[in-house]
């Protein structure tokens, strides 16, 4: 194998330069979070600490959840060969929706004296979140975050993960600071001073143009980063749609039901049949494992290549892979029968549609006139009705997607391109950043099957019984079309004068006609 641009192929410079470091992560336990710590510890192992932020929940302190992130199925792989790795890991309490992080002052103490390098990770990507909650956790919280980055006495970078979807009125983002849509300083002290009621009602008036709470929250962080930047070691690092890991340590494992594996467990459980959506936009999604490349990548980038003039990175795939949602649901409809998912309701079918009134059509249809149905014999059997809470929450959920799937935007990631051309043949596959042997299809289906697993808890030896129901609700599905068609026509045929007159015509014809080789062997 040739050089990769002259160098060493063997040459591992991120790992490198990782070697001694201290690490703060704020959303260490988050979906990024976890496929990131996992990363640095299974190919940065000269490391020296990572300290996780990490607040108390359900009766579990910091500490224990940092032993049950090191415990699940995502470092697996790592524990088997390095279980020493977890002494690398410190749980530090506290929470970035409290002041000062939460952080108590011995806590804080430490991270002044030893940490080098700050990921702040942590947000709530709910669209849907309380302008008041989001603004404290994203804004508020980052300020939080840079004011404790000011006081590290080494600090030699600030990494902020912020969005390539907070700047929604460039039709083109480029790799630069834009103006936050109002003062971040102004807005967290009115949230910190007024209550949530009062907060909720002036929401429309604030976002302005803003699609949701999570695009506003998020452009206001920015600024804060930004008015930091000429004293602060930091950069912005802008990655698109995060979805599934690609490659590892566990192809298709995610945590949550975010982006298109959602759709694809909706529509493969019967509950998703129409969309509004425009068949032929296009996507922009990054696997998670890649984004986390990407991060190390821009890190390593700025301290040990000195590339200190590079302050924004756009990291999106649109350019490069312009997969549209037909495409997305094309693939997922081909793996119904072979990766299908247990307790399917109906089988999987509907289509996506480009008028929105023929959408809310279908909607009543086929969504909320089954789920009440379905819920009937639910009730009937004593239990109680789920189908249409399920669907209020797709409902809703739908109605912030829809801003998303019916508009289009790209991206400049030249910073991103430019990384690419300057690591070794090592670096490129140990911190891979491109696609250039991504399978859609085989992508997809890691996917379904990861999700059956570690969302819906299906284990795959289950898959057999839920082949067998799929083909039972295929044929179910087609009788039922039958028989609808039947009504149908019965009905127009009963209550339609014209149409029966045609019918009966038409039959009454075709009972009179004698085929012309039948009347020629006909004897005289």
């Not at 040459?11 to 704020?26: D, E, H, Q, W, Y």
């Not at 072979?338 to 249809?365: A, E």
């Not at 991206?411 to 042997?437: A, P, Q, W, Y």
């Not at 990861?450 to 044929?475: D, F, G, N, Q, S």
Request: hydrophobic share 40%.
């Amino acid at each position: 194998m040739s050089p990769l641009n002259g160098l060493d192929p063997s040459l591992n410079r991120v790992s490198a330069m990782m070697k001694g470091k201290c690490f703060f992560i704020t959303g260490g336990t988050g979906f990024l979070g976890k496929v990131l710590v996992e990363k640095m510890l299974r190919d940065c192992p000269l490391l020296d600490t990572i300290y996780l932020l990490v607040r108390p929940k359900k009766g579990k302190e910091p500490s224990a959840r940092v032993d049950e992130l090191f415990e699940s199925p995502l470092f697996e792989s790592l524990r088997k060969k390095r279980p020493e790795a977890r002494k690398q890991l410190v749980a530090i309490a506290g929470d970035v929706a409290e002041k000062n992080l939460g952080i108590s002052p011995a806590d804080k103490a430490v991270l002044v004296e030893r940490v080098n390098i700050v990921y702040h990770c942590a947000a709530t990507v709910r669209f849907d979140e309380p302008l008041r909650k989001a603004i404290m956790l994203n804004t508020r919280g980052t300020k939080l975050v840079l004011d404790l980055a000011e006081e590290i006495k080494h600090l030699e970078l600030l990494v902020y993960v912020s969005t390539a979807y907070c700047h929604l009125k460039e039709a083109l983002l480029k790799e630069k600071i834009y103006d936050p849509p109002a003062d971040p300083h102004k807005i967290i002290k009115c949230c910190e001073y007024m209550e949530e009621k009062i907060v909720e009602q002036m929401t429309k008036r604030i976002l302005l143009d803003a699609p949701n709470t999570y695009a506003y929250t998020k452009a206001l962080a920015e600024g804060l980063v930004a008015e930091k930047m000429d004293t602060l070691p930091a950069i912005i690092l802008r990655p698109s749609v995060i979805i599934p890991i690609w490659k590892e340590p566990i192809p298709g494992w995610t945590d949550n039901i975010n982006g298109p594996t959602g759709i694809l467990i909706a529509a493969g459980k019967g509950v998703l049949r129409t969309m509004w959506c425009k068949s032929d936009t296009y996507a922009d999604f990054l696997p998670v494992d890649i984004v986390a490349n990407a991060l190390l990548l821009a890190t390593w980038n700025y301290i040990e290549r000195k590339e200190t003039h590079k302050r924004v990175y756009n990291f999106t795939s649109s350019a490069e892979f312009k997969v549209t949602w037909q495409e997305i649901i094309d693939i997922g409809t081909s793996l119904v029968e072979k990766v299908p998912l247990n307790g399917m309701v109906w089988y999987p079918g509907g289509s996506m549609k480009d008028s929105k009134t023929l959408h809310k059509i279908c909607v009543f249809f086929f969504h909320t006139i089954p789920a009440y149905f379905l819920d009937a014999i639910i009730m009937l059997a004593g239990h109680k009705p789920i189908l249409r809470r399920v669907q209020d929450r797709i409902s809703k959920g739908f109605e912030v997607f829809e801003y998303y799937a019916n508009n289009q935007w790209d991206f400049e990631s030249n910073n991103i391109l430019n990384l690419r051309t300057v690591v070794s043949e090592t670096e490129k596959d140990r911190f891979c950043i491109h696609g250039d042997d991504m399978d859609m299809h085989a992508y997809f289906e890691d996917c379904i099957r990861a999700a059956r697993i570690y969302v819906l808890k299906e284990m795959p030896e289950t898959l057999p019984a839920a082949r067998r129901h799929a083909r039972r609700m295929y044929w179910l599905d087609k009788i039922v079309q039958v028989l609808f068609y039947y009504f149908l026509f019965y009905m127009v045929y009963t209550y339609s004068s014209t149409v029966r007159t045609v019918v009966d015509s038409t039959w009454d014809t075709a009972k009179s006609y004698v085929p012309p080789s039948i009347m020629g062997s006909t004897p005289n």
